[in-house]
Protein backbone atom coordinates (compact mmCIF):
# COMPACT_ATOMS: atom_id res chain seq x y z
CA UNK A 1 0.00 0.00 0.00
CA UNK A 2 0.93 3.20 -0.35
CA UNK A 3 0.45 6.69 0.50
CA UNK A 4 0.58 9.77 -2.22
CA UNK A 5 1.02 13.29 -0.56
CA UNK A 6 1.27 16.64 -1.73
CA UNK A 7 2.30 19.99 0.83
CA UNK A 8 -0.36 22.28 0.10
CA UNK A 9 2.54 25.02 0.83
CA UNK A 10 5.03 25.03 -1.29
CA UNK A 11 7.92 27.08 -0.94
CA UNK A 12 8.16 30.07 -3.12
CA UNK A 13 11.80 31.39 -4.23
CA UNK A 14 11.61 35.04 -4.39
CA UNK A 15 13.84 37.08 -7.25
CA UNK A 16 13.53 39.87 -9.32
CA UNK A 17 12.09 37.36 -12.31
CA UNK A 18 9.67 35.80 -10.31
CA UNK A 19 7.87 37.98 -7.41
CA UNK A 20 6.00 36.03 -4.60
CA UNK A 21 2.26 36.13 -5.80
CA UNK A 22 0.39 38.19 -4.02
CA UNK A 23 -3.09 36.97 -1.91
CA UNK A 24 -6.69 38.05 -2.05
CA UNK A 25 -8.26 39.13 1.16
CA UNK A 26 -10.36 36.10 0.95
CA UNK A 27 -6.97 33.98 1.19
CA UNK A 28 -6.67 32.97 -2.28
CA UNK A 29 -3.64 33.27 -5.01
CA UNK A 30 -4.06 36.64 -6.86
CA UNK A 31 -3.39 34.41 -10.23
CA UNK A 32 -6.56 32.74 -10.03
CA UNK A 33 -8.63 35.98 -10.04
CA UNK A 34 -9.12 35.96 -13.73
CA UNK A 35 -10.47 31.95 -13.39
CA UNK A 36 -12.91 32.65 -10.07
CA UNK A 37 -14.46 35.94 -8.68
CA UNK A 38 -14.89 36.48 -4.81
CA UNK A 39 -17.88 38.42 -2.79
CA UNK A 40 -19.23 38.02 0.02
CA UNK A 41 -19.84 34.04 1.29
CA UNK A 42 -23.75 33.10 1.35
CA UNK A 43 -25.12 30.29 4.32
CA UNK A 44 -22.75 27.54 3.32
CA UNK A 45 -20.74 28.73 0.60
CA UNK A 46 -17.21 30.23 0.16
CA UNK A 47 -17.53 33.36 -1.49
CA UNK A 48 -15.55 32.13 -4.42
CA UNK A 49 -16.87 31.70 -7.66
CA UNK A 50 -16.28 29.68 -10.39
CA UNK A 51 -18.66 30.38 -13.51
CA UNK A 52 -21.35 32.21 -12.01
CA UNK A 53 -21.67 29.26 -9.42
CA UNK A 54 -20.57 30.02 -5.92
CA UNK A 55 -18.60 27.29 -4.34
CA UNK A 56 -19.62 25.30 -1.37
CA UNK A 57 -17.93 24.82 1.79
CA UNK A 58 -15.79 21.35 2.56
CA UNK A 59 -18.27 19.15 4.68
CA UNK A 60 -15.54 18.41 7.74
CA UNK A 61 -14.38 14.94 9.06
CA UNK A 62 -16.86 15.61 11.95
CA UNK A 63 -20.01 15.13 9.58
CA UNK A 64 -18.43 11.96 8.12
CA UNK A 65 -21.58 10.19 10.02
CA UNK A 66 -23.67 11.53 7.24
CA UNK A 67 -22.10 9.78 4.32
CA UNK A 68 -22.86 6.32 5.90
CA UNK A 69 -25.78 7.23 7.22
CA UNK A 70 -28.79 3.64 6.58
CA UNK A 71 -30.97 6.66 5.19
CA UNK A 72 -28.40 7.19 1.98
CA UNK A 73 -29.27 3.59 0.96
CA UNK A 74 -33.12 4.25 0.55
CA UNK A 75 -32.07 8.13 -0.73
CA UNK A 76 -29.49 8.13 -3.02
CA UNK A 77 -29.99 4.20 -4.36
CA UNK A 78 -26.10 3.91 -4.68
CA UNK A 79 -26.27 0.00 -5.64
CA UNK A 80 -28.27 1.29 -8.47
CA UNK A 81 -25.52 3.48 -9.50
CA UNK A 82 -22.92 0.87 -9.13
CA UNK A 83 -24.85 -1.48 -11.58
CA UNK A 84 -24.67 0.93 -13.85
CA UNK A 85 -21.18 2.00 -13.89
CA UNK A 86 -19.20 0.87 -17.31
CA UNK A 87 -16.67 -0.72 -14.86
CA UNK A 88 -14.49 -4.15 -16.19
CA UNK A 89 -12.60 -6.30 -13.51
CA UNK A 90 -9.44 -4.87 -14.76
CA UNK A 91 -9.93 -0.99 -15.11
CA UNK A 92 -8.41 1.67 -12.23
CA UNK A 93 -11.30 3.74 -10.86
CA UNK A 94 -10.68 6.65 -9.18
CA UNK A 95 -12.99 7.48 -6.46
CA UNK A 96 -12.80 11.51 -6.03
CA UNK A 97 -14.15 12.47 -3.16
CA UNK A 98 -13.95 9.68 -1.48
CA UNK A 99 -14.58 10.39 2.06
CA UNK A 100 -14.92 7.33 4.52
CA UNK A 101 -15.02 5.05 1.54
CA UNK A 102 -18.70 4.44 1.15
CA UNK A 103 -18.41 3.99 -2.88
CA UNK A 104 -14.99 2.94 -2.92
CA UNK A 105 -15.50 -0.33 -0.60
CA UNK A 106 -18.87 -1.23 -2.58
CA UNK A 107 -16.82 -0.64 -6.22
CA UNK A 108 -13.36 -2.64 -4.98
CA UNK A 109 -14.75 -6.55 -5.04
CA UNK A 110 -15.95 -5.62 -8.63
CA UNK A 111 -12.55 -4.51 -9.81
CA UNK A 112 -10.76 -8.04 -9.18
CA UNK A 113 -7.92 -7.60 -11.26
CA UNK A 114 -7.73 -3.74 -10.74
CA UNK A 115 -7.78 -1.18 -8.06
CA UNK A 116 -10.01 1.51 -6.54
CA UNK A 117 -8.09 4.95 -5.63
CA UNK A 118 -9.65 6.36 -2.99
CA UNK A 119 -8.71 10.63 -3.38
CA UNK A 120 -9.46 12.65 -0.72
CA UNK A 121 -7.94 16.54 0.54
CA UNK A 122 -8.33 15.74 4.36
CA UNK A 123 -6.08 13.56 6.18
CA UNK A 124 -9.03 12.01 8.43
CA UNK A 125 -10.84 10.10 6.21
CA UNK A 126 -8.14 8.91 4.53
CA UNK A 127 -7.30 7.54 7.30
CA UNK A 128 -10.96 5.68 8.03
CA UNK A 129 -10.10 4.11 4.74
CA UNK A 130 -7.04 2.82 5.83
CA UNK A 131 -8.36 1.70 8.74
CA UNK A 132 -11.42 0.02 6.77
CA UNK A 133 -8.90 -1.67 4.56
CA UNK A 134 -7.25 -3.32 7.60
CA UNK A 135 -10.35 -4.52 8.96
CA UNK A 136 -12.19 -5.94 5.73
CA UNK A 137 -8.46 -7.05 4.78
CA UNK A 138 -8.94 -5.36 1.53
CA UNK A 139 -5.90 -5.29 -0.90
CA UNK A 140 -6.86 -3.06 -4.18
CA UNK A 141 -7.30 -0.14 -2.38
CA UNK A 142 -4.86 2.81 -2.68
CA UNK A 143 -5.48 5.93 -0.02
CA UNK A 144 -4.53 8.76 -1.47
CA UNK A 145 -3.96 12.22 -0.05
CA UNK A 146 -4.75 14.84 -2.85
CA UNK A 147 -4.12 18.39 -2.07
CA UNK A 148 -6.99 21.55 -3.40
CA UNK A 149 -5.23 21.81 -6.51
CA UNK A 150 -4.43 18.12 -7.55
CA UNK A 151 -5.82 14.91 -6.77
CA UNK A 152 -2.55 13.62 -6.89
CA UNK A 153 -2.96 10.60 -9.42
CA UNK A 154 -0.42 8.86 -11.78
CA UNK A 155 -0.45 10.32 -15.41
CA UNK A 156 -2.62 8.40 -17.89
CA UNK A 157 -3.74 5.95 -15.47
CA UNK A 158 -7.16 5.92 -14.51
CA UNK A 159 -9.87 3.93 -16.56
CA UNK A 160 -12.89 5.92 -14.75
CA UNK A 161 -13.11 8.59 -12.67
CA UNK A 162 -16.29 8.72 -10.24
CA UNK A 163 -17.31 12.17 -8.17
CA UNK A 164 -20.45 11.51 -6.05
CA UNK A 165 -21.55 14.74 -4.27
CA UNK A 166 -17.83 16.05 -4.10
CA UNK A 167 -17.34 18.33 -7.32
CA UNK A 168 -19.26 21.43 -5.74
CA UNK A 169 -16.98 21.29 -2.96
CA UNK A 170 -13.89 21.70 -4.77
CA UNK A 171 -12.07 24.94 -3.96
CA UNK A 172 -10.25 24.81 -7.13
CA UNK A 173 -12.15 23.13 -9.97
CA UNK A 174 -10.44 24.05 -13.00
CA UNK A 175 -7.22 23.07 -11.45
CA UNK A 176 -8.53 19.81 -9.94
CA UNK A 177 -10.48 18.75 -13.13
CA UNK A 178 -7.56 19.76 -15.53
CA UNK A 179 -5.54 17.43 -13.36
CA UNK A 180 -7.70 14.51 -13.11
CA UNK A 181 -7.79 14.59 -17.02
CA UNK A 182 -4.11 14.20 -17.40
CA UNK A 183 -4.93 11.31 -15.40
CA UNK A 184 -7.33 10.01 -17.75
CA UNK A 185 -6.41 6.82 -20.32
CA UNK A 186 -7.26 7.17 -23.77
CA UNK A 187 -11.61 6.26 -24.03
CA UNK A 188 -11.93 6.32 -19.97
CA UNK A 189 -14.92 8.74 -18.60
CA UNK A 190 -15.65 10.84 -15.70
CA UNK A 191 -18.95 10.40 -14.27
CA UNK A 192 -20.27 13.45 -12.28
CA UNK A 193 -23.03 12.56 -9.95
CA UNK A 194 -24.84 15.43 -7.92
CA UNK A 195 -28.13 16.32 -6.69
CA UNK A 196 -30.06 17.78 -9.74
CA UNK A 197 -29.98 21.58 -9.15
CA UNK A 198 -33.29 22.32 -11.90
CA UNK A 199 -35.48 20.31 -9.59
CA UNK A 200 -37.06 21.87 -6.44
CA UNK A 201 -38.35 18.49 -5.14
CA UNK A 202 -34.61 17.75 -4.22
CA UNK A 203 -34.46 19.12 -0.58
CA UNK A 204 -30.94 19.94 -0.85
CA UNK A 205 -28.83 23.05 0.18
CA UNK A 206 -28.64 24.94 -3.45
CA UNK A 207 -25.22 25.18 -2.93
CA UNK A 208 -24.86 21.13 -2.98
CA UNK A 209 -27.10 20.92 -6.18
CA UNK A 210 -26.02 21.36 -9.32
CA UNK A 211 -27.76 21.86 -13.09
CA UNK A 212 -26.97 19.87 -16.01
CA UNK A 213 -26.00 22.78 -17.83
CA UNK A 214 -23.80 24.62 -14.95
CA UNK A 215 -21.93 20.79 -14.92
CA UNK A 216 -21.66 20.86 -19.01
CA UNK A 217 -20.15 24.15 -18.96
CA UNK A 218 -17.78 23.49 -16.45
CA UNK A 219 -16.58 20.18 -17.77
CA UNK A 220 -16.26 21.43 -21.29
CA UNK A 221 -13.57 24.10 -20.04
CA UNK A 222 -11.03 21.57 -19.10
CA UNK A 223 -11.86 19.53 -22.62
CA UNK A 224 -14.71 16.70 -21.14
CA UNK A 225 -18.34 16.86 -22.79
CA UNK A 226 -20.97 15.04 -22.34
CA UNK A 227 -21.41 11.73 -23.28
CA UNK A 228 -24.39 10.60 -21.49
CA UNK A 229 -27.00 11.63 -18.88
CA UNK A 230 -28.44 8.31 -17.00
CA UNK A 231 -31.93 9.22 -15.10
CA UNK A 232 -31.70 6.52 -13.13
CA UNK A 233 -31.13 7.67 -9.32
CA UNK A 234 -33.91 9.43 -7.50
CA UNK A 235 -32.61 12.89 -6.39
CA UNK A 236 -28.98 12.89 -8.59
CA UNK A 237 -27.98 13.52 -12.57
CA UNK A 238 -25.60 10.89 -13.44
CA UNK A 239 -23.79 12.88 -15.88
CA UNK A 240 -21.04 10.71 -18.06
CA UNK A 241 -17.98 13.01 -19.73
CA UNK A 242 -15.25 12.07 -21.89
CA UNK A 243 -12.23 13.75 -22.97
CA UNK A 244 -12.62 15.50 -26.49
CA UNK A 245 -10.36 14.06 -28.64
CA UNK A 246 -8.32 16.81 -31.74
CA UNK A 247 -9.56 15.95 -34.91
CA UNK A 248 -6.07 15.17 -36.60
Known amino acids: ?113 GRCLAVDVQPEMVTAIEQRMQEQGVRNVVPILGSMLNPNLPPAAVDLVLMVDAYHEFSHPREMMTAIVQALKPGALVVLVEYRGEDAKVRRHPLHKMTQIQAQLEMAAVGLHLRESRDILPQQHVLVFEKVVDPE
Open 1 to 113: MFLLCLSLFLPLSVNASRPTPAITPHGFPADTVQVYTYGEPSSGGTGKLYMGREIAAVMKPSGAAWLDRPAREREEQPELLITNLPLRPTDVVADIGAGTGYFTFRISPLLTQ
